[in-house]
């Protein structure tokens, strides 16, 4: 049988580049067929061009359900179940206002996409998950869901709400064969550090024990583990990937 017809479904949302893209081919590489998921369309369709047919192209926005809904419903028309979810779409801390000069417009664009957004994808993609008998859900956070950072109320609030989100879903379909588990991520060298200065990078780096920024493969790896049966109980779990930066 071959790998488009066998293996396991999986849906990426921010799938186009950085931590999704290496979740994107970190799943292609084992064998499954993944649909692409990013509000940039053209380069998800790019990067499933490079694929080949185990990969598919979907255009969302994670704060709309309807659009969710839209996502979940082409990954069951491509490839007929769903078996594995990756919530990984996000943005960064746009500036470093304090809290009582954050705007509110800043503040609800950053709860939208990182916390809604989450919600949003997993009440599309449990149900299609229970038709298939059960799955995974690997929602992405950060190490800021267990930390402060100054600056950054509204990124660290979000993420703190992802892993509360993740624990209650992990309870609420535990009996339904369906896994729900989050990744907190340290600092990764995906676009959102691109703007940074090599001293800025440098300094990023010296946060972490390790002594450096995380590569987007190394995520990868964590949460296909979480998508596999490797991790067959394991739910409610939080992972972080971070070089020691909690362990401070």
């Known amino acids: 049988m071959t790998r488009e017809s066998s293996g396991p479904v999986v849906i ?11 979740c994107v081919n970190k799943f292609i590489d084992i064998g499954a067929r993944v649909v692409i998921a990013d509000r940039a369309f053209e380069a998800a369709v790019s990067l499933s061009k490079r694929i080949g047919p185990a990969s598919a192209a ?11 809904e839209k996502m979940v419903a082409y990954a069951l ?18 500036d470093r206002s304090r809290v009582a000069e954050l705007s509110a417009d800043k503040w609800l664009n950053l709860i939208n996409v990182n916390l809604n957004g989450v919600f949003f994808s997993m009440k599309a993609e449990i149900p299609a998950m229970l038709k298939s008998g059960g ?29 509360g989100l993740t624990k ?12 729900i588990n989050a990744v907190g991520p340290g600092y990764v060298d995906t676009p959102m550090l691109s703007n940074r200065t090599p001293a800025q990078r440098d300094e990023i780096a010296s946060r972490h024990p390790m002594g450096r920024i995380a590569t987007p493969a190394e995520v990868a790896e964590i949460v296909a583990f979480l998508g596999s049966s490797a991790s067959s109980f394991v739910t409610g779990a ?8 909690t362990a401070l």
Do not use: W
């Open 58 to 68: 979907v255009e969302v926005d994670v704060t709309d359900e309807a659009s969710c």
């Open 168 to 179: 209650s879903g992990a309870l609420d379909y535990a009996k339904d064969a369906i896994r």
């Open 77 to 94: 028309q491509k490839f007929g179940r769903l078996d594995v979810a990756v919530n990984n779409a996000g943005l960064g801390n746009p």
């Open 135 to 163: 799955g995974s859900i690997i929602n992405i956070a950060s190490v800021m869901a267990t930390v402060g950072i100054a600056g950054a109320a509204a990124y660290v609030a979000a993420k703190h709400g992802v892993v």
């Open 12 to 22: 990426v949302t921010g799938g186009a580049s950085g931590i999704g893209a290496a």
């Open 238 to 245: 939080y992972y972080t990937v971070d070089g020691g930066y």
